[in-house]
């Protein structure tokens, strides 16, 4: 018999650190920003006003699985209480799963769905997203939530990649003519007449400095748009430092040197031979040698010498990725409402009408 029991905390308790990882290798990819330590650094400085708990479910107090969520208070129209639930760390992650084993997969989600539907927990909307086609916990909702809930809604948007495991030619051909192949002609061309300039990869740097250096372009290119940039925030720059530190072999770091001054970034993680583009910026004022687009051409090139199966742009669907790629996978989610309860019930029926 199946048995769920909830955990509620601030900061991720080291006590499930253990479980955690066993199960996490067996849990389907990609997974490595669920790793205990990424979702750890998470917890202490971006949580901000979410509310984490782990449902972990347990056969004979052998827990089988544990589902990571989060939960938000709000005020719904300003006014009435509202408590939305999303997967743990949903703010800094890419791809959700739920840790276990295949073939546990899918009693575990069926037990935690039980459980959320009980009551135990007050809540009015469910969102369950980031579940990249493939992942067996997608058959798992969509088989339950049609006989039990009736009324949900279910997205698809698009995970954008490459396929590495081709020819260089196929590859290159199937980037767009004018944004890609003669934007690069053209910024090559400047670029050597204007001045020396490499590209630098995976330097042997400190945290301290990968930092610095990136949020120089970061900050720079967000005000170009009034916004501002996440590493003009203390809390993000201590996450990014302590989710360097935790995932050596795995971190990697590509840099576009111009003179003197780095005008181009991408920093990746990678796993099971695939490149996961994270976090990337220019330096708008060296625009004119599309600095970007130059500096990602030699991170795929860089990709594939090493033989590495896939690069993968992540969460987004912006148009930039269109053009250097037409390969995607679904990305799912699944948006439910509580009306299991009198106040869900409540607060859908006044929706309609304010």
Request: with cysteine; charged share 25%.
């Amino acid at each position: 018999m199946m048995t769920v029991e909830p955990i509620f905390f601030s900061t991720l308790p080291d006590k499930v650190s253990s479980i955690w990882n066993s199960l996490l290798e067996q849990s389907p990819s990609p997974k490595f920003q669920y790793d205990f330590q990424y979702m750890l650094a998470w917890s202490k400085y971006q949580r901000e006003d979410w509310k984490p708990f782990l449902l972990l479910v347990k056969e004979n107090n052998s827990v089988k699985g544990i589902i990571p969520l989060m939960y938000r208070d709000e005020k719904r129209r300003g006014i009435l209480p509202y408590r939305r639930i999303k997967f743990l760390g949903y703010t800094f992650t890419d791809f959700s799963t739920i840790l276990a084993a295949e073939k546990d997969l899918a009693t575990v989600t069926t037990a935690a769905l039980k459980w959320l539907f009980s009551g135990k927990l007050r809540w009015e909307l469910l969102i369950l997203d980031d579940l990249i086609e493939g992942n067996p916990v997608i058959n798992t909702l969509q088989t339950w939530l049609n006989k039990n809930i009736k009324t949900y809604n279910e997205h698809k948007g698009k995970y954008y990649y490459i396929n590495l495991e081709r020819d260089w030619q196929d590859i290159w051909l199937e980037t767009s003519k004018k944004f890609v192949r003669r934007s690069l002609s053209l910024a090559k061309n400047r670029i050597n007449k204007a001045g020396t300039w490499e590209v630098v990869i995976n330097p042997n740097w400190q945290p301290e400095k990968i930092i610095s250096t990136a949020s120089t372009m970061h900050i720079k290119r967000q005000n170009d748009f009034n916004r501002d940039s996440i590493y003009n925030k203390q809390n993000f720059n201590k996450f990014l430092k302590s989710i360097i530190e935790h995932n050596q072999g795995r971190f990697r770091s590509y840099w576009l040197k111009y003179e003197e001054t780095y005008i181009a970034y991408y920093l990746h993680f990678e796993q099971d031979n695939v490149s996961y583009c994270w976090n990337s910026a220019f330096h708008p004022d060296y625009a004119n040698f599309y600095p970007s687009r130059l500096l990602l051409f030699h991170v795929l090139q860089d990709c594939y010498n090493r033989k590495l199966k896939e690069f993968n742009f992540m969460r987004g669907e912006t148009d930039y990725k269109l053009k250097w790629t037409k390969q995607f996978r679904g990305n799912y989610r699944f948006t439910i409402k509580n009306h299991n309860h009198f106040y869900g019930k409540m607060i859908s029926s006044l929706e309609k009408i304010l």
